[in-house]
């Protein structure tokens, strides 16, 4: 939770092994990493257990890089795929019951600003779509009501994955998987519709196969997510064993769902827009200048 | 044996899109490396896979050969490399990396 947090203990460092030396030394903590830098400092995430190929890991190793304050940050899951990636990066995680993740973040979120006050205490709800559209709907839906101030991300796979392919609630309609063999037969929830009634400050739908596009997604929601409510980030993040999608061609399926149906969105609110301009300086959500009349001078 | 990801230098200094490593599900496996083209007369550094975390989805090869359309990575068996860039082998800079080919399966 702070610099000093990833450090060597007197006398231990040469005893430490290489990775935690790396991360000590090369890690972004208390730097300003980008996308545009990976591959050339030393990643909080680790090595993990998910399936080769994953577009979900790949989504949470953007994820994490785009954190705004990594040393500051906690994340928050629950049963499912991503936790097992999550759980390996070198900063906080608390791993909720299943579904009662956003009902932790929330009292997180609320203990942090008890204890540090204006400091600001990141806390990201990272969870899979039965985490957070079915097990968990009801916290999910109730900490944005109440506008918790922490950012929640689906990651959104449309299947519960880890548990065999079951549908969930956001399988599309017609989806035949190994454990619904006749196909689901109601339509994907619209989760993205119901964020907005619930007042989340800011909504948007990202695919992984536009890195800065994830980056600055994950960064606006972070920061909005601070002073003024609750954020929401749908991925989708293709199960590729569970939907049978050479690994080679995930990307290419990512690329595919994306000019299909899970185009980029993006809903931010008026508040937020105004905090994200005058705090931190974005300049694309200032009043564009009236186009020039032709003719006029 | 397995396959992982082998990235030709040649290919890959002429161009350094560095998209591979944008791209790879796996933290710390395509790495940079600014000196690793330079020293063989090309302008820009190369990307490099740390064979000991490849996973051999084949993602970096759709994305070299599809989206960057460089051609620069192919699907190897892992002792059909003579050498290869191992973890244990790579040093951090300030902007770069460093690595130390070694043998991939003796080490």
Not at chain 2, 64 to 93: E, R, S, V
Request: overall charge neutral; proline content about 4%; hydrophobic content about 40%.
């Amino acid at each position: 939770m702070s610099l000093d947090y990833v450090k060597f203990s007197n006398g231990f460092e040469k005893f430490m092994p290489k990775e935690y030396r790396d991360m000590v030394e090369h890690g972004p903590f208390g730097k300003k990493v980008s996308v545009s830098q990976m591959g050339s400092f030393k990643e909080v995430l680790e090595e993990h257990p998910m399936c080769a190929g994953c577009a979900m890991t790949l989504f949470i190793r953007l994820a994490i890089i785009a954190f705004p304050n990594p040393e500051d940050t906690i994340t928050v899951g629950t049963a499912g795929c991503g936790r097992l990636a999550i759980s390996q990066a070198a900063i906080p995680f608390v791993y909720g019951n299943y579904g009662d993740q956003n009902g932790v973040a929330s009292g997180l979120s609320r203990g942090l600003r008890l204890r540090f006050g204006d400091k600001p205490k990141d806390v990201v709800v990272m969870a899979g779509d039965g985490g957070t559209a079915d097990i968990g709907f009801q916290q999910v839906l109730h900490s944005w009501f109440r506008k918790e101030r922490f950012t929640t991300i689906m990651l959104d796979n449309e299947v519960y994955g880890n548990t065999g392919g079951q549908e969930s609630g956001m399988t599309n309609r017609g989806a035949v998987l190994k454990m619904a063999p006749l196909g689901k037969k109601f339509e994907k929830m619209d989760m993205l519709q119901m964020a907005k009634v619930a007042g989340c400050a800011y909504v948007a739908t990202v695919v992984p196969n536009n890195p800065r596009r994830v980056e600055s997604v994950i960064k606006k929601a972070v920061l909005i997510a601070r002073e003024v409510g609750s954020t929401y980030i749908q991925a989708y993040t293709s199960c590729n064993i569970e939907y049978a999608i050479p690994t080679d061609k995930v990307m290419e399926d990512a690329k595919t769902v994306e000019n299909d149906r899970y185009q980029f969105t993006e809903y931010v609110s008026e508040e937020a827009k105004q905090y994200l301009t005058e705090r931190y300086g974005y300049k694309e959500f200032l009043a564009k200048p009236a186009a020039a009349i032709p003719g006029k001078a | 044996m397995y396959l992982v990801a082998d990235i030709s230098v040649e290919i890959c200094a002429a161009k350094s899109c560095k998209l591979c490593t944008q791209y790879c599900p796996e933290a710390n496996t395509i790495q940079y490396s600014d000196e690793m083209g330079k020293d063989r007369g090309f302008k820009y550094g190369s990307a490099y896979v740390a064979v000991d975390r490849c996973k051999g989805c084949a993602q970096c090869v759709w994305v070299c050969d599809n989206m960057a359309k460089n051609n620069a990575i192919k699907m190897i068996m892992i002792d059909q490399l003579p050498m290869a860039a191992l973890t244990d082998n790579i040093t951090y800079g300030e902007k770069s990396t460093t690595a130390v080919l070694a043998s991939p399966v003796v080490g």
